[in-house]
């Protein structure tokens, strides 16, 4: 990978402290589907909102000479 960033939204060590008990993964490299990522997020939570609670999300990109991959990262717990 040529370059890559990460956004967390928590510190390395507050996450170790916070409680999940499952990490979904979404992830396009694709311009069509990086676009469409925020709906297929949407989707999931609506389908999910009920039994999971979103504890912290991380956002990551990184790219080469050709592709540029977004990867959103929801750390859940059961409610």
């Known amino acids: 990978m040529k370059g890559r960033m990460v956004i ?9 402290s916070v409680s999940y008990s499952g990490v979904k993964v ?3 490299t694709k311009a069509r589907d990086r676009e ?3 709906e297929r997020i949407t989707e ?15 956002v990551t ?9 977004l990867t ?7 409610r």
């Not at 959103?72 to 717990?77: D, E, K, Q, S, V």
């Open 44 to 58: 999931w939570l609506d389908a999910n909102s009920q039994t999971l609670e979103i504890v912290d999300t991380v």
């Open 36 to 38: 469409s990522l925020g």
């Open 8 to 16: 967390p939204s928590l510190s390395q060590e507050l996450r170790m």
């Open 72 to 78: 959103i990262t929801l750390f859940y717990r059961r």
């Open 26 to 28: 979404f992830s396009a």
């Open 61 to 69: 990109q990184s790219s080469d000479r050709e592709f540029h991959c």
